[in-house]
């Protein structure tokens, strides 16, 4: 019989990815786009408001208080498009301060449908900006934008709060590149990269006290009971957070406590785990300022401008493509 022609539809997908990950072998893997799905949405809103996770409010305070120089480094007839939007409210400030010279567009690129719905939410008093959302994967979302661009028209991207860390190096100098491929020389990207501090703090950050990190990340497992009607019993999980120093990046898991079997019945798979064996989830690379340097070179952007947070070292740097 020929395969059936399903594995289009998202549930399968989760299905396909959720069962390639578990089988692998050796270390186990779940892909983290999986997290934000409407509950790990709002728990990653919690975690953004924690006192020990500083980068979401670096992020924020760098783009408030540099709107106004980012803006002099951008043609007034731009579209804005963001890489992951979440709940849009640290984009305000960008948006406001490019508005206030002229309309424009703004395409925030999300694979939650939720984050999406409360970006538009957050951002529609803002005159003179028109919102168009797409419920796409980052290059999906963006190849649509570059299509709708008008003669003369830049294109502004945005891709904040350090989400390239999560693409490990080198994917990360490799997903930039594939950027770079769809924008025109010219174009602008401002990227956010959290920056190396003391492995205590990194631990805390993504490991913290009242346990919402914790929550994000069983989640996910829950979400895989929800979906595709498995028995994860998650108490029997939990959440770690390590630095690798080798790779300096924090790495986020889920260990199983003792030996149990799991049973994924949408995705036809029945998984053991070791006591103590683990799933990796999330990598979240911290970066210096000369490897950003580095990477973003290699990608064929070159660095206009670039503003730090001391607080919580963290970088803005405004690229331009070559
Ligand atoms: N992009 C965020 C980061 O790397 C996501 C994040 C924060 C995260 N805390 C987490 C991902 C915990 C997985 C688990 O900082």
């Known amino acids: 019989m020929p395969a059936p022609a399903l594995v289009e539809s998202p549930a399968n997908q989760f299905a396909a990815d959720i069962s390639a990950g578990l089988q692998k072998a050796g270390q186990k893997e779940l892909p983290s786009k999986y997290l934000y799905d409407t509950l790990g949405s709002k728990l990653f809103e919690v975690i953004s408001e924690l006192p020990e996770y500083g980068l979401t409010r670096a992020d924020e305070r760098l783009l408030r208080a540099y709107a106004h120089e980012i803006m002099h480094h951008i043609p007034r007839d731009v579209m804005v498009c963001e890489l992951g939007s979440g709940s849009g409210r640290k984009t305000r400030w960008i948006l406001e301060t490019l508005s206030r010279r002229r309309r424009l567009d703004y395409f925030p690129i999300e694979i939650s449908a939720t984050a999406l719905a409360v970006c538009r939410r957050e951002l529609s008093d803002i005159e003179s900006v028109g919102i168009v959302g797409l419920e796409r994967e980052y290059l999906d979302?963006?190849?649509?934008?570059?299509?709708?661009?008008?003669?003369?028209?830049?294109?502004?991207?945005?891709?904040?709060?350090?989400?390239?860390?999560?693409?490990?190096?080198?994917?990360?100098?490799n997903f930039l590149h594939e950027i770079?491929?769809?924008?025109?020389?010219?174009?602008?990207?401002?990227?956010?990269?959290?920056?190396?501090?003391?492995?205590?703090?990194?631990?805390?950050?993504?490991?913290?006290?009242?346990?919402?990190?914790?929550?994000?990340?069983?989640?996910?497992?829950?979400?895989?009971?929800?979906?595709?009607?498995?028995?994860?019993?998650?108490?029997?999980?939990?959440?770690?957070?390590?630095?690798?120093?080798?790779?300096?990046?924090?790495?986020?898991?889920?260990?199983?406590?003792?030996?149990?079997?799991?049973?994924?019945?949408?995705?036809?798979?029945?998984?053991?785990?070791?006591?103590?064996?683990?799933?990796?989830?999330?990598?979240?690379?911290?970066?210096?300022?000369?490897?950003?340097?580095?990477?973003?070179?290699?990608?064929?952007?070159?660095?206009?401008?670039?503003?730090?947070?001391?607080?919580?070292?963290?970088?803005?740097?405004?690229?331009?493509?070559?």
């Open 180 to 322: 770079r491929m769809i924008l025109q020389p010219g174009d602008s990207l401002l990227l956010g990269t959290d920056l190396e501090k003391p492995i205590p703090q990194l631990i805390d950050a993504y490991q913290d006290a009242l346990g919402v990190t914790a929550a994000f990340n069983l989640n996910l497992l829950a979400r895989i009971n929800r979906e595709l009607d498995a028995d994860f019993a998650l108490e029997q999980f939990e959440h770690i957070a390590k630095f690798n120093a080798g790779t300096r990046g924090v790495e986020m898991h889920l260990r199983s406590k003792l030996r149990q079997t799991v049973a994924i019945r949408r995705a036809n798979l029945v998984v053991t785990f070791e006591e103590g064996e683990t799933i990796w989830t999330e990598n979240s690379h911290k970066y210096s300022l000369a490897e950003v340097s580095r990477m973003v070179e290699a990608a064929g952007f070159r660095c206009q401008a670039q503003w730090i947070d001391r607080e919580w070292p963290f970088a803005e740097s405004l690229l331009v493509a070559e």
């Open 141 to 173: 979302g963006l190849l649509e934008v570059a299509a709708r661009r008008r003669d003369g028209q830049h294109i502004l991207v945005l891709f904040l709060g350090s989400t390239i860390g999560n693409f490990s190096p080198p994917a990360d100098a």
